[in-house]
């Protein structure tokens, strides 16, 4: 091979190179005051909600819906719930959360449920029945999602995507789902984080690797989620969130 061929080669090794990280921007989603946005690859930026309740969107693998928590009526401050004008106390004192979503275009929006176990909250007077931390599985189908019950672990739920066949899987903290493993397997494995405790005394949290249905622990990554991306273990199904 001639200097000039080998410049050639060289030349076009850099400009693959460049290719694959030169990947094409992705939509995003976020919410600003209480409402969800969504941003296309273009940057056409779209407001899909007007409740003024709504947060932590996340776009689905399918890039046409977007999932996110919509807050219960009312608000607090410090540890006093006020309610909106005109609005009577929710029955049982219970304020619930609910998982929605809606297309990108922002229509069809629906709930896909609301959340009725209640957890601890600021005030006596009322329970609060929060969401959090929508995540997908790799092909979409499945939809997670976290319950906030307890003091030290929430709850991680799944669902289908059009809101079917919810049950709980386990308890959880900052869970991501696994898109790609450098091993060749663990797709749709979940990482999450749980509280454990010393046997003479003592508590930890650790994030572990479980599998889809969480009935088996595969091992610990480690205090941080970190460890395993880092080392480019794994990858994390995106949520295109970017608030």
């Known amino acids: 091979m001639n200097v000039n061929s080998c410049s050639v080669s060289f030349t076009c090794l850099i400009f693959i190179a460049l290719l694959g990280h030169g990947k094409q921007p992705a939509a995003t989603v976020t919410s600003d005051k209480g409402n969800i946005v969504y941003v296309s690859a ?54 619930q959360e609910e998982l929605w979503r809606v297309r990108r275009n922002g229509t069809e929006s629906h709930r896909l449920y609301q959340d009725d176990i209640a957890g601890p909250c600021p005030n006596a007077e009322h329970e609060v029945a929060s969401l959090g931390n929508i995540q997908f599985s790799p092909d979409g189908a499945l939809i997670y999602f976290e319950l906030d019950r307890w003091t030290t672990s929430s709850e991680l739920w799944v669902v289908d995507k059009d809101g079917k066949n919810r049950h709980a899987l386990g308890f959880g903290n900052g869970t991501r789902i696994v898109q790609e493993s450098t091993l060749g397997k663990y797709r749709g494995f979940i990482v999450t984080s749980q509280h454990r405790y010393f046997v003479f005394g003592g508590s930890y949290d650790w994030y572990y690797l479980f599998t889809p249905d969480m009935k088996k622990m595969i091992g610990a990554i480690g205090e941080s989620i970190e460890k395993g991306t880092n080392s480019n273990f794994i990858t994390f199904v995106p949520t295109h969130r970017s608030d």
């Open 42 to 95: 273009d940057g056409l930026i779209t407001r899909l909600t007007n409740s003024g309740r709504d947060r932590e969107p996340a776009l689905h693998p399918d890039g046409e819906w977007i999932y996110f928590i919509r807050s219960f009526e009312g608000r607090f401050v410090e540890e006093t719930y006020i309610l909106p004008t005109g609005k009577q106390d929710p029955s049982g004192k219970m304020l």
